[in-house]
């Protein structure tokens, strides 16, 4: 499995952003995907995660009710759509596949990641 984060950029504060991750290889059903983040000097921190039906979905409590994560199973893509960005925001974005069965917000539990993007908010 090979995934490809693309979508960063530099953003006014307020701005929206949209993330892809296209995914090749075999991403079984029992997959779930996420979207991780590193803000500079900062630990890897978790953002949002969809399992593959799309009807379970946690968000970290940080960017609830502002970010938002999808998947189109077809086109074998996730997506995280950022509106009102906060200069907090500010990290490289990583999409994960967790490779195993079940639900995790822990990055140590997925197997597969995509090399990241850079999203950078100004205030």
């Not at 189109?72 to 960005?85: F, I, R």
């Not at 200069?87 to 990241?116: F, H, I, L, M, R």
Request: hydrophobic content about 35%; some cysteine.
């Amino acid at each position: 499995v090979q995934l490809q984060a693309s979508g960063g950029g530099l953003v006014q504060a307020g701005d929206s952003l949209r993330l892809s991750c296209a995914a090749s290889g075999h991403i079984s059903s029992t997959y779930y995907m996420a979207w991780f983040r590193r803000a500079p000097g900062k630990e890897r921190e978790f953002v949002a995660l969809i399992n593959w039906s799309g009807g379970n979905i946690v968000y970290a409590a940080s960017v609830k009710g502002r970010f938002t994560i999808s998947r189109d199973n077809a086109k074998n893509t996730v997506s995280l759509t950022m509106n009102s960005l906060k200069p907090e925001d500010t990290a490289v974005y990583y999409c994960a596949a967790k490779g195993t069965v079940g639900s995790s917000t822990d990055g140590a539990t997925y197997k597969y990641w995509g090399q990241g993007t850079l999203v950078t908010v100004s205030s």
